[in-house]
Protein backbone atom coordinates (compact mmCIF):
# COMPACT_ATOMS: atom_id res chain seq x y z
CA UNK A 1 0.00 0.00 0.00
CA UNK A 2 1.70 3.20 -0.94
CA UNK A 3 1.93 5.63 1.89
CA UNK A 4 1.25 9.36 1.41
CA UNK A 5 2.87 12.32 3.34
CA UNK A 6 0.66 14.19 5.85
CA UNK A 7 -0.04 17.36 4.23
CA UNK A 8 -1.21 19.03 7.57
CA UNK A 9 2.02 18.35 9.00
CA UNK A 10 4.17 19.71 5.50
CA UNK A 11 2.25 23.06 5.71
CA UNK A 12 2.30 23.14 9.58
CA UNK A 13 6.19 23.24 8.54
CA UNK A 14 6.48 25.13 6.11
CA UNK A 15 4.89 28.00 8.70
CA UNK A 16 8.14 27.23 11.14
CA UNK A 17 10.05 28.18 7.99
CA UNK A 18 8.60 31.23 6.83
CA UNK A 19 8.59 32.35 10.19
CA UNK A 20 12.39 31.80 10.72
CA UNK A 21 12.97 33.56 7.19
CA UNK A 22 11.33 36.32 9.06
CA UNK A 23 13.57 39.32 10.70
CA UNK A 24 10.99 39.96 13.22
CA UNK A 25 8.04 38.90 14.50
CA UNK A 26 5.12 38.97 12.57
CA UNK A 27 1.40 39.45 12.61
CA UNK A 28 -1.47 36.96 11.25
CA UNK A 29 -2.49 39.18 8.21
CA UNK A 30 1.31 39.05 7.12
CA UNK A 31 1.97 35.13 7.42
CA UNK A 32 -1.11 34.78 5.44
CA UNK A 33 -0.16 36.72 2.95
CA UNK A 34 3.28 35.57 2.84
CA UNK A 35 2.15 32.03 2.60
CA UNK A 36 -0.75 33.05 -0.12
CA UNK A 37 -3.36 31.49 2.35
CA UNK A 38 -6.28 32.74 4.01
CA UNK A 39 -6.03 34.24 7.92
CA UNK A 40 -8.50 31.60 9.26
CA UNK A 41 -6.27 28.62 7.57
CA UNK A 42 -2.99 30.26 9.05
CA UNK A 43 -4.34 31.07 12.11
CA UNK A 44 -5.68 27.14 12.38
CA UNK A 45 -1.53 26.38 11.40
CA UNK A 46 -0.40 29.63 14.15
CA UNK A 47 -2.77 27.70 16.98
CA UNK A 48 -1.14 24.76 16.44
CA UNK A 49 2.11 25.44 16.60
CA UNK A 50 1.81 27.43 19.43
CA UNK A 51 -0.26 24.26 21.46
CA UNK A 52 2.88 22.65 19.88
CA UNK A 53 5.46 24.85 21.52
CA UNK A 54 6.94 25.61 18.28
CA UNK A 55 5.40 29.39 18.34
CA UNK A 56 5.04 31.87 20.83
CA UNK A 57 2.20 34.54 20.45
CA UNK A 58 3.51 37.71 22.23
CA UNK A 59 1.13 40.27 23.92
CA UNK A 60 1.22 42.38 20.54
CA UNK A 61 -0.50 39.47 18.96
CA UNK A 62 2.78 38.63 16.85
CA UNK A 63 4.22 35.60 16.37
CA UNK A 64 7.68 34.28 16.10
CA UNK A 65 9.65 30.83 16.40
CA UNK A 66 9.54 29.73 20.11
CA UNK A 67 13.15 28.38 22.11
CA UNK A 68 12.16 24.93 21.20
CA UNK A 69 13.48 25.82 17.73
CA UNK A 70 17.23 26.49 19.30
CA UNK A 71 17.18 23.07 21.37
CA UNK A 72 16.29 21.46 18.06
CA UNK A 73 19.02 23.38 15.73
CA UNK A 74 21.20 21.92 19.17
CA UNK A 75 20.33 18.67 18.58
CA UNK A 76 20.72 18.59 15.23
CA UNK A 77 24.20 19.75 15.26
CA UNK A 78 25.42 17.37 17.78
CA UNK A 79 23.66 14.04 15.49
CA UNK A 80 25.68 15.55 12.87
CA UNK A 81 29.20 15.50 14.66
CA UNK A 82 29.50 18.93 15.13
CA UNK A 83 30.84 18.28 18.49
CA UNK A 84 32.98 15.66 17.54
CA UNK A 85 34.35 17.69 14.97
CA UNK A 86 34.94 21.04 16.88
CA UNK A 87 36.60 19.31 19.89
CA UNK A 88 40.07 18.79 18.00
CA UNK A 89 39.97 22.52 16.92
CA UNK A 90 39.19 23.28 20.88
CA UNK A 91 41.98 21.07 21.83
CA UNK A 92 44.27 22.42 18.97
CA UNK A 93 43.63 25.99 20.21
CA UNK A 94 44.27 25.09 24.23
CA UNK A 95 47.47 23.13 23.60
CA UNK A 96 48.58 26.24 21.51
CA UNK A 97 47.45 29.10 23.52
CA UNK A 98 48.01 27.51 26.93
CA UNK A 99 45.12 28.66 28.24
CA UNK A 100 41.30 26.05 28.50
CA UNK A 101 38.82 26.80 25.23
CA UNK A 102 35.23 26.88 25.16
CA UNK A 103 32.13 26.05 23.46
CA UNK A 104 29.09 27.36 25.12
CA UNK A 105 25.64 26.69 23.23
CA UNK A 106 22.18 28.07 24.20
CA UNK A 107 19.75 25.40 25.75
CA UNK A 108 16.63 27.46 26.58
CA UNK A 109 17.41 30.31 28.41
CA UNK A 110 20.53 28.57 30.15
CA UNK A 111 24.25 28.95 28.94
CA UNK A 112 25.80 25.48 28.88
CA UNK A 113 29.54 24.67 28.25
CA UNK A 114 28.96 22.10 25.67
CA UNK A 115 32.55 21.44 24.80
CA UNK A 116 35.93 22.23 26.75
CA UNK A 117 39.74 21.78 25.95
CA UNK A 118 42.02 22.09 29.00
CA UNK A 119 45.36 24.21 28.55
CA UNK A 120 48.69 23.33 30.12
CA UNK A 121 48.26 26.15 32.24
CA UNK A 122 47.24 25.78 35.91
CA UNK A 123 43.20 26.92 35.71
CA UNK A 124 41.66 26.90 39.10
CA UNK A 125 38.14 27.31 38.03
CA UNK A 126 35.15 24.81 38.16
CA UNK A 127 34.00 24.33 35.04
CA UNK A 128 33.09 21.55 33.56
CA UNK A 129 31.24 20.81 30.10
CA UNK A 130 27.51 20.97 31.44
CA UNK A 131 27.99 23.80 33.29
CA UNK A 132 25.58 26.90 33.12
CA UNK A 133 27.27 30.00 33.30
CA UNK A 134 25.99 33.49 34.37
CA UNK A 135 24.97 35.88 31.82
CA UNK A 136 26.93 38.65 33.82
CA UNK A 137 29.75 37.30 34.88
CA UNK A 138 30.71 35.20 31.49
CA UNK A 139 32.07 36.58 28.40
CA UNK A 140 29.90 34.72 26.61
CA UNK A 141 26.89 36.17 28.05
CA UNK A 142 27.34 39.39 26.28
CA UNK A 143 27.99 37.87 23.25
CA UNK A 144 24.79 35.63 23.70
CA UNK A 145 22.99 38.59 24.47
CA UNK A 146 24.04 40.55 21.87
CA UNK A 147 23.67 37.59 18.98
CA UNK A 148 21.42 35.20 20.11
CA UNK A 149 17.64 35.35 19.09
CA UNK A 150 15.11 37.60 19.44
CA UNK A 151 13.69 38.59 22.37
CA UNK A 152 15.90 36.56 24.38
CA UNK A 153 16.72 39.78 26.69
CA UNK A 154 13.16 40.29 27.44
CA UNK A 155 12.68 36.61 28.45
CA UNK A 156 15.54 36.91 30.53
CA UNK A 157 14.12 39.45 32.32
CA UNK A 158 11.28 38.33 33.06
CA UNK A 159 12.63 35.39 34.12
CA UNK A 160 14.10 37.93 36.69
CA UNK A 161 17.62 36.72 35.58
CA UNK A 162 20.67 39.16 36.15
CA UNK A 163 21.90 40.58 32.73
CA UNK A 164 24.83 43.17 31.98
CA UNK A 165 23.98 46.70 30.88
CA UNK A 166 22.73 47.90 27.62
CA UNK A 167 25.76 49.53 26.72
CA UNK A 168 27.83 46.67 27.84
CA UNK A 169 25.75 44.45 25.08
CA UNK A 170 25.81 46.86 22.94
CA UNK A 171 29.45 47.09 23.01
CA UNK A 172 30.00 43.77 22.37
CA UNK A 173 27.47 43.52 19.58
CA UNK A 174 29.93 46.68 17.84
CA UNK A 175 33.40 45.13 18.58
CA UNK A 176 32.55 41.10 17.96
CA UNK A 177 33.93 40.31 21.26
CA UNK A 178 33.19 40.00 24.55
CA UNK A 179 35.65 39.83 27.94
CA UNK A 180 33.68 38.84 31.09
CA UNK A 181 35.07 36.67 34.37
CA UNK A 182 35.52 37.56 38.19
CA UNK A 183 32.55 38.25 40.58
CA UNK A 184 31.05 35.59 42.06
CA UNK A 185 31.01 32.84 39.82
CA UNK A 186 34.15 33.30 38.34
CA UNK A 187 36.89 35.01 41.24
CA UNK A 188 40.38 34.95 39.93
CA UNK A 189 39.65 34.26 36.43
CA UNK A 190 39.02 36.20 33.26
CA UNK A 191 37.82 35.34 29.63
CA UNK A 192 37.51 36.21 25.85
CA UNK A 193 34.91 35.22 23.92
CA UNK A 194 33.82 35.88 20.01
CA UNK A 195 30.30 34.89 18.14
CA UNK A 196 30.39 31.66 16.08
CA UNK A 197 27.65 32.10 13.47
CA UNK A 198 26.24 29.42 11.07
CA UNK A 199 26.07 29.56 7.24
CA UNK A 200 22.75 31.69 7.92
CA UNK A 201 24.56 34.70 9.87
CA UNK A 202 22.41 33.29 13.43
CA UNK A 203 24.88 32.61 16.22
CA UNK A 204 25.85 29.14 16.89
CA UNK A 205 27.70 29.04 20.04
CA UNK A 206 30.20 31.28 21.59
CA UNK A 207 34.16 30.26 21.09
CA UNK A 208 35.90 32.02 24.67
CA UNK A 209 39.61 31.35 26.51
CA UNK A 210 39.82 31.53 29.84
CA UNK A 211 42.74 31.87 32.12
CA UNK A 212 43.99 33.61 35.58
CA UNK A 213 43.69 37.16 35.50
CA UNK A 214 47.32 37.26 36.22
CA UNK A 215 48.28 36.34 33.33
CA UNK A 216 44.99 37.22 31.07
CA UNK A 217 46.49 39.32 27.72
CA UNK A 218 43.29 39.57 24.99
CA UNK A 219 44.79 41.38 22.57
CA UNK A 220 47.10 37.94 21.89
CA UNK A 221 44.63 35.65 22.08
CA UNK A 222 41.48 37.61 20.08
CA UNK A 223 43.47 37.03 16.63
CA UNK A 224 43.64 32.79 17.40
CA UNK A 225 40.16 32.97 18.67
CA UNK A 226 38.40 34.61 15.92
CA UNK A 227 40.10 32.42 13.58
CA UNK A 228 38.94 29.59 15.76
CA UNK A 229 35.53 30.89 15.43
CA UNK A 230 35.85 30.98 11.46
CA UNK A 231 37.09 27.21 11.67
CA UNK A 232 34.05 26.51 13.29
CA UNK A 233 32.11 28.28 11.27
CA UNK A 234 32.99 26.06 7.87
CA UNK A 235 32.94 22.76 10.30
CA UNK A 236 29.07 23.69 11.30
CA UNK A 237 28.39 23.99 7.56
CA UNK A 238 30.04 21.23 5.98
Not at 168 to 181: C, F, L, P, T
Amino acid sequence: MAVRALTTAIKCLDTIELIAELPTAARLAELARLAGESRATMYQRLFTLVEAGWIDRLPDDTYRLSMRASRIAAAALAQAGFGERAQPLLEELAETLGDTVSLVMLEQERLIITQRAEGQGVLRADLRVGTQLSYVDSSSGAIWLAFGPEHLIERLKAAGISLPSRRRIDKVRADRVSIGGGGNTLPGISAIAVPVFDQHGACLASLSISSPEARFKPKMLLPALRDGAKRLADISSG
